[in-house]
């Protein structure tokens, strides 16, 4: 089993100023995990993902994100917000166990991003 | 790069009929689609898993007899979402899986999705 909380729904930042979303995650087995961004009316893009590699990981944007296996975590940061981070974020975690739940993604409830001018 | 194509973008029907939507990858060859239902202001759920050429998987509490799932061929899967009622109105997404060797380098892409509302 495998569940993904991302303990903000609603994160304000001004412009310029960094940005933090965090994320809970709990799985059974080694998970990947992934930031996916969506804007209004569009698809859902990714961010950047985590594969068992390095625990930074670097991602579009000037976002990344760090696994830490030890408290179950993996928090988007930016060090400086743009207007156009504004949007939806979702955390999500994917395992592969024994191939029966390949590919099966579970996302996070999301957290919407609004950046301030 | 791998895109994944969603039609319609937006339908409107009348309730008791039945709607098609259609997801295709248009530069790669996917085995596996996913679908994916968003209600307003909450998360994506997992709806079924769709491979080519085999019946699709449906998880926990949907109804297949309701959503049927078509996988056809290696760049198209349909939803057809039959006897529509106003609580199906939701935003359908389907994703589809690249492979890239290495399955831990998996990822999957996305459509736009389609938004339903059933009056």
């Known amino acids: 089993a495998q569940s993904v909380t991302q303990l903000d729904s609603h994160v304000s930042v001004s412009e310029g100023t960094p940005v933090l979303l965090r994320c809970n995650y709990s799985?059974?087995?080694?998970?990947?995990l992934f930031w996916y961004v969506q804007h209004p009316n569009k698809g859902l893009q990714l961010l950047l993902k985590y594969t068992s590699a390095a625990t930074l990981v670097k991602g579009i944007n000037g976002f990344e994100a760090e696994f830490k296996k030890s408290e179950t975590s993996f928090h988007l940061t930016k060090p400086s917000a743009h207007m156009s981070d504004a949007a939806e974020y979702f955390c999500v975690v994917s395992t592969n166990a024994g191939g029966t739940s390949y590919g099966k993604l579970t996302f996070g409830q999301g957290t919407i991003l609004t950046v301030h001018p | 790069g791998a895109v994944v194509s969603q039609h319609p973008s937006w339908v409107i029907c009348k309730s008791g009929t039945s709607v098609k939507i259609e997801c295709r990858s248009l530069d790669f060859q996917a085995t596996t689609m996913f679908w994916y239902r968003q209600f307003p202001k909450q998360s994506l759920m997992l709806m079924a898993t769709s491979n080519e050429g085999s019946k699709a998987t449906y998880e926990q509490g949907v109804e297949k007899d309701k959503f049927l799932i078509n996988h056809a061929s290696l760049t198209l899967s349909t939803l057809t979402v039959t006897s529509a009622h106003p609580e199906d109105s939701s935003f359908y997404i389907c994703?589809?899986?690249?492979?890239?060797?290495?399955?831990?380098?998996?990822?999957?892409?996305f459509g736009p999705g389609t938004r339903l509302t059933v009056t």
């Open positions: 994703s589809a899986i690249l492979l890239a060797g290495d399955t831990s380098l998996l990822q999957q892409y």
């Open positions: 799985s059974s087995y080694s998970p990947s």
